[in-house]
């Protein structure tokens, strides 16, 4: 099931077995009135509507409603995890759900991580749409630039600075630097944000990328931690862990998070569930873009 299938049934499930009006469910999912009433038609003529959601989606949809509840979020839009890779079907799924809500002339915060480089890889916008991508940490520039050919005339806004410094030193002084400060106060326009949710293993792109070293992530476990968000390791209620590690780190501090406007966290796989579970119950996150096995996965712990 393609992307435009699944948020058809979305749209059918919201219009026929919650009762919300067109202009309600085009609120909610963030796209305009005129797109929900052409998806009503296709989701007819495609036979996804036949007076019951098909089965597939129902499951879906509970999936999603639990979630929603369960962490008290905006939206979740599930994929079925059907993929050999988890990863680049999910980055898809999310590079499509930002390009239906994405803004003319506005602003849209990205996170650190592979699957936020896979989101990027996978996003098109179109050559009028002016959008700008400011990133919320250091060390994301190799996987903003080889983004440029989908992104049209996007302007980009990198922090000029490496994930994590040498020192502690070294990263306050980086961070008092007005091209990095200034990038970092313009988190503040962006009218959504794409974050990863990263694991503390040796699969983490943090670990793979040799930003930490292999003492470093045994420390981080010893410590209660069990996934990051943007750089910044929590604990299994989502409160960021006391590490030396965070003291050298160049990104938009934590707490930050639930000041920004729509923050989509992206992330699939069962080896995330527990960080997903832990980066959901921080409070920061908005949206969730997952597969329905790790859904699933996160709603029985």
């Known amino acids: ?14 219009y026929y077995i919650e009762n919300m009006t067109q202009q309600a469910i085009a609120e909610k999912i963030g796209i305009s009135r005129m797109r929900v009433i052409k998806l009503l038609e296709k989701a007819r003529d495609k036979k996804i509507v036949q007076f019951k959601i098909r089965a597939d989606g129902s499951h879906r949809m509970e999936l999603e409603l639990a979630l929603i509840k369960k962490y008290n979020l905006q939206d979740v839009f599930l994929i079925p995890s059907v993929s050999d890779n988890i990863n680049e079907a999910v980055s898809h799924a999310a590079a499509l759900y930002v390009s239906d809500r994405a803004e003319n002339e506005g602003f849209i915060n990205i996170g650190y991580g592979d699957t936020l480089s896979r989101t990027l890889n996978n996003l098109v916008l179109s050559n009028d749409s002016n959008i700008s991508l400011v990133s919320l940490t250091g060390g994301v520039s190799y996987y903003i630039s080889s983004a440029d050919p989908g992104i049209g005339n996007s302007k980009i806004h990198i922090i000029p600075a490496p994930l994590i410094a040498s020192t502690a030193e070294m990263a306050a002084a980086i961070i008092k630097e007005p091209s990095v ?38 420390m981080l476990q010893k410590s209660g931690a069990v996934g990051d968000l943007l750089g910044h390791f929590i604990d299994k209620d989502g409160n960021e862990i006391i590490s030396d590690i965070h ?11 639930k000041e920004l406007n729509n923050v989509i966290a992206v992330a699939g796989g069962l080896d995330k569930s527990y960080a997903i579970d832990a980066a959901l119950k921080n409070g920061g996150i908005n949206v969730l873009i997952s597969d329905e096995d790790t859904a699933q996965s996160i709603l029985d712990l």
């Open 1 to 14: 099931m393609n992307y435009d299938e699944i948020l058809m049934t979305k749209i059918a499930w919201c």
């Open 181 to 218: 400060n200034e990038v970092l106060k313009m988190s503040s326009l962006a009218s959504m944000s794409i974050i990863g949710i990263g694991s503390v293993t040796n699969r983490a792109t943090v670990v793979k990328d040799g930003k930490l070293s292999s003492t470093d992530l045994l």
């Open 247 to 257: 003291d050298r780190l160049i990104s938009l501090p934590i707490e930050k998070l």
